[in-house]
């Protein structure tokens, strides 16, 4: 089988990246989904999308995805909006701490601003604010509906000829003298000049096969969903004190998420211990939430990068070979950008967003890593 | 299957989806139970696919050919049944 284009991982990352590849004129692109589309960390995660962050690369990426989600929204019908997102401060020193993250995020352009409980109370009406000394709102953040991100943009994929292969596992990069000449799958093998790997937490075996070590580790995260209601809650809301959000997806269920301890690159299982930490937080901040039925708890993994920035572009020493893995947690909301970025390095060109230059895996060798004012998220 | 309009069967109750519509996005390639649950919603709601799961697999089986086996089951999560929040909320050494 001959492809101009394969790419490796049929998640919001693939899936968006084929789709701006087509609007360049490539036209013969396989995609191979080890499982079926979405499986990997899209359909898990909690789909907020924010440029609130705390370095120059993940505020101006998360801008332009920003610019391009509604333009994503409209063209294939996902739902979006952009309800913002409030992190909620109960301790005086996390108070000064943000105050210097907000400076930060206004001196690029991302509109943040502390508030006190009354605001908060007036954004979130059935919140009980009597612990909370004071919040950062972001007006520009906002969610999306992971399951249409993908889908919707796949089933155009389809219309227009792109072969995707669903069930086929890439096993091993095919490299000749410096060159991608292909992949090899467990259903045969595909003859490419340029090969994308964007498959979440196997971007790093599959690198491997040619002697490249992505300095990729897997943090099990924990999420709950409840039964559905109307909407009533916009923000998406931030614990800060205890690593935990919750917040009302775009079809009416609350997703739960808290940090639980865990260790890195271990299988992810179900504890009891997350379903109480992450009750205990929102059934205080939401004594109405007690009554609220929990429907499904699930585990998944943020593929974490030392500097926590994800690993995106060509790999310099393979022509024909491009990366976008290690996202962090932050996969899903960057999407749209990093599927523009990408289609202009395949295309012969540079990212429009100069900033995702940095994102290379050279940084790493060269021991260069992004530096943010401070880890955060 | 019956001579009914199939734009008027409720296959998923939950979520109020129609044979036609699931008919429909298998024909879109959509044609086994993952993906048919990220894009209808079936099996999402309460009752997390004990009622329509089944149903769906055999309008699977029947639409594309499929063994049971190949369509079944997709993944299963906890709880198995509802559980109301304040169940987590208290006990513990702290309250």
């Given at each position: 089988?001959?492809?101009?284009?394969?790419?490796?991982?049929?998640?919001?990352?693939?899936?968006?990246?084929?789709?701006?590849?087509?609007?360049?004129?490539?036209?013969?692109?396989?995609?191979?989904?080890?499982?079926?589309?979405?499986?990997g960390g899209s359909f898990r995660c909690a789909t907020g999308i924010r440029a609130s962050f705390t370095s120059r690369e993940h505020v101006e990426v998360m801008k332009r995805a920003?610019?391009?989600?509604?333009?994503?929204?409209?063209?294939?019908?996902?739902?979006?909006?952009?309800?913002?997102?409030?992190?909620?401060?109960?301790?005086?020193?996390?108070?000064?701490?943000?105050?210097?993250?907000v400076e930060f995020q206004n001196s690029r352009g991302v509109p943040t601003r502390v508030i006190g409980p009354s605001e908060v109370q007036e954004l979130v009406p059935t919140m009980r604010t009597e612990k909370i000394i004071a919040a950062v709102h972001d007006p520009l953040a906002g969610k999306a509906d992971c399951f249409e991100a993908v889908l919707n943009p796949l089933r155009d994929l389809r219309k227009q000829?792109?072969?995707?292969?669903?069930?086929?596992?890439?096993?091993?990069?095919?490299?000749?003298?410096?060159?991608?000449?292909?992949?090899?799958?467990?259903?045969?093998?595909?003859?490419?000049?340029?090969?994308?790997?964007?498959?979440?937490?196997?971007?790093?075996?599959?690198?491997?096969?040619?002697?490249?070590?992505?300095p990729i580790r897997d943090l099990p995260k924990h999420v709950m969903v409840t039964e559905t209601f109307k909407p009533f809650i916009k923000p998406l809301i931030i614990d800060w004190s205890t690593s935990s959000y919750i917040l009302q997806l775009l079809h009416g269920n609350f997703y739960i998420g808290a940090d639980i301890p865990e260790q890195y690159d271990v299988e992810a299982s179900n504890k009891i211990e997350f379903l109480r930490k992450a009750a205990r937080v929102w059934t205080d901040y939401f004594p109405w939430l007690k009554e609220v039925y929990i429907l499904r708890y699930w585990t998944g993994?943020?593929?974490?990068?030392?500097?926590?920035?994800?690993?995106?572009?060509?790999?310099?020493?393979?022509?024909?070979l491009y990366v976008a893995a290690g996202f962090s947690g932050h996969g899903f909301m960057m999407a749209p950008a990093v599927a523009e970025a990408l289609a202009e390095y395949i295309t012969g060109g540079k990212p429009v967003v100069k900033?995702?230059?940095?994102?290379?895996?050279?940084?790493?060798?060269?021991?260069?890593v992004i530096k943010e004012i401070a880890v955060f998220g | 299957?019956?001579?009914q309009d199939p734009r008027k069967i409720v296959v998923c109750r939950?979520?109020?989806?129609?044979?036609?519509?699931?008919?429909?996005?298998?024909?879109?390639?959509?044609?086994?139970?993952?993906?048919?649950?990220?894009?209808?919603?079936?099996?999402?709601g309460p009752c997390q696919g004990t009622t329509c799961l089944l149903m769906i697999a055999r309008i699977l089986m029947q639409k594309t050919g499929k063994s049971f086996e190949e369509v079944f089951l997709p993944?299963?999560?906890?709880?198995?049944?509802?559980?109301?929040?304040?169940?987590?909320?208290?006990?513990g050494r702290e309250s």
């Open positions: 089988m001959k492809a101009e284009v394969v790419v490796i991982g049929a998640g919001v990352i693939g899936v968006l990246t084929t789709a701006a590849l087509l609007e360049k004129g490539i036209s013969n692109i396989v995609v191979v989904e080890k499982n079926y589309p979405g499986s920003i610019e391009l989600w509604p333009i994503l929204s409209s063209k294939y019908g996902i739902k979006y909006s952009r309800d913002g997102y409030l992190w909620v401060l109960t301790r005086e020193q996390d108070v000064e701490f943000f105050k210097k993250v000829g792109v072969s995707i292969l669903s069930r086929t596992q890439a096993n091993k990069l095919i490299v000749e003298d410096n060159t991608v000449k292909g992949v090899h799958t467990d259903k045969g093998v595909i003859n490419a000049d340029q090969v994308l790997v964007a498959a979440g937490g196997e971007s790093r075996k599959l690198l491997k096969t040619i002697g490249i070590d992505l993994f943020y593929d974490m990068t030392p500097d926590h920035h994800p690993i995106i572009g060509p790999i310099k020493e393979v022509e024909g900033e995702f230059e940095n994102l290379n895996y050279e940084r790493f060798v060269r021991g260069d | 299957m019956s001579q939950c979520e109020n989806v129609t044979l036609s519509q699931i008919l429909e996005a298998i024909d879109e390639g959509f044609d086994n139970l993952e993906l048919l649950k990220r894009r209808l919603r079936v099996g999402m993944s299963n999560r906890p709880p198995i049944h509802p559980v109301k929040l304040k169940n987590f909320a208290g006990g």
